[in-house]
């Protein structure tokens, strides 16, 4: 028995990093997956190698004609959408001040926009269906402030609000919307606004120093958390979670040690 099975899921971003182990962990629990991406080829391996149980589908986040050609060929290949994770994102850093409203508008695009669209879509077949359930990927940056993230964080912190108007208007169909605050995602993403030469590696594991036994592991395995987090929340053991955050940070945002206090 999987925790999944029955379920038709769409996993956005799916090409690679939390989306892609998703997926994986969707399809050995027992869900039929769709692993969407704009980037085909990313969403082509990564269901290639999960097998018959994955269609890869080509969906630009931001374009509701894309999202509507995506969730008809789901539902032709594997019956109507139940589980939809709006995963896809992108990043820009810069300062308030270096950012342009041309880099703002296009996070704004795929990360705030994106996610609506896919509720949109989805949501009659779910409601036909008897009910699903979506989950929005925001990020620990859509909790808290943080130097460099203005447009990034603003799309993040729209999301969770995104999460909750949805989870109040389909709740009553039985469609449950949540939130996942991750601290830690794929390398990929970070990497070009990292040093030349640093290591994700070596520093992202560190960022977490509430939970010290965070400290000795692969930034996979902490995406392998954030996706065991997403499985709970597709599946019908989080029947009573809807419009809620869920952090998966290690701790990092729960509050900071104070160097020389007591319990420090
Ligand atoms: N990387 C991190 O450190 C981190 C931390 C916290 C939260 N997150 C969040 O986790 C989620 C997954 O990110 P990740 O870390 O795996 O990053 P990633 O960059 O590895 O993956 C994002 C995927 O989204 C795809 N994508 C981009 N634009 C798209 C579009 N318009 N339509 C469809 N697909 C598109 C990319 O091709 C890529 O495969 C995102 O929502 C991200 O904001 C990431």
Same mark, same amino acid.
């Given at each position: 028995?999987?925790?999944?099975?029955?379920?038709?899921?769409? $996993?956005?971003?799916?090409?690679?990093?939390?989306?892609?182990?998703?997926?994986?962990?969707?399809?050995?629990?027992?869900?039929?997956?769709?692993?969407?991406?704009?980037?085909?080829?990313?969403?082509?391996?990564?269901?290639?190698?999960?097998?018959?149980?994955?269609?890869?589908?080509?969906?630009?986040?931001?374009?509701?004609?894309?999202?509507?050609?995506?969730?008809?060929?789901?539902?032709?290949?594997?019956?109507?959408?139940?589980?939809?994770?709006?995963?896809?994102?992108?990043?820009?850093?810069?300062?308030?001040?270096?950012?342009?409203?041309?880099?703002?508008?296009?996070?704004?695009?795929?990360?705030?926009?994106?996610?609506?669209?896919?509720?949109?879509?989805?949501?009659?077949?779910?409601?036909?269906?008897?009910?699903?359930?979506?989950?929005?990927?925001?990020?620990?940056?859509?909790?808290?402030?943080?130097?460099?993230?203005?447009?990034?964080?603003?799309?993040?912190?729209?999301?969770?609000?995104?999460?909750? $108007?949805?989870?109040?208007?389909?709740?009553?169909?039985?469609?449950?919307?949540?939130?996942?605050?991750?601290? $830690?995602?794929?390398?990929?993403?970070i990497r070009?606004y990292l040093p030349e030469g640093v290591d994700p590696e070596r520093i992202i594991?560190?960022?977490?120093?509430?939970?010290?036994?965070?400290?000795?592991?692969?930034?996979?395995?902490?995406?392998?958390?954030?996706?065991?987090?997403?499985?709970?929340?597709?599946?019908?053991?989080?029947?009573?979670?809807?419009?809620?955050?869920?952090?998966?940070?290690?701790?990092?945002?729960?509050?900071?040690?104070?160097?020389?206090?007591?319990?420090?």
């Open positions: 028995m999987g925790r999944l099975d029955g379920k038709v899921a769409i $996993v956005t971003g799916a090409g690679r990093g939390t989306g892609a182990a998703t997926a994986r962990l969707f399809a050995r629990e027992g869900a039929r997956v769709a692993v969407a991406d704009i980037r085909e080829d990313a969403a082509e391996s990564v269901a290639r190698e999960i097998g018959e149980a994955a269609l890869p589908v080509a969906l630009d986040v931001g374009s509701e004609a894309s999202w509507e050609a995506v969730v008809g060929r789901v539902r032709d290949a594997f019956g109507p959408v139940t589980v939809l994770v709006n995963n896809a994102a992108r990043l820009h850093m810069g300062s308030v001040e270096e950012t342009t409203a041309a880099d703002f508008e296009r996070l704004v695009r795929v990360n705030q926009i994106g996610p609506f669209l896919g509720i949109r879509a989805v949501a009659a077949g779910m409601r036909e269906a008897g009910g699903g359930s979506i989950v929005n990927v925001s990020s620990v940056d859509g909790l808290a402030g943080k130097n460099g993230v203005v447009a990034y964080a603003s799309t993040k912190w729209a999301l969770r609000g995104i999460t909750r $108007v949805a989870a109040v208007e389909l709740g009553r169909d039985g469609i449950r919307v949540n939130a996942v605050c991750p601290e $830690v995602g794929s390398a990929d993403m070009p594991p560190r960022m977490q120093p509430i939970l010290g036994t965070q400290r000795g592991r692969r930034i996979a395995e902490l995406v392998e958390d954030v996706a065991r987090v997403i499985l709970f929340l597709a599946s019908d053991e989080a029947a009573s979670c809807t419009g809620a955050d869920f952090v998966v940070d290690g701790g990092n945002t729960c509050g900071r040690i104070i160097p020389g206090a007591p319990g420090a």
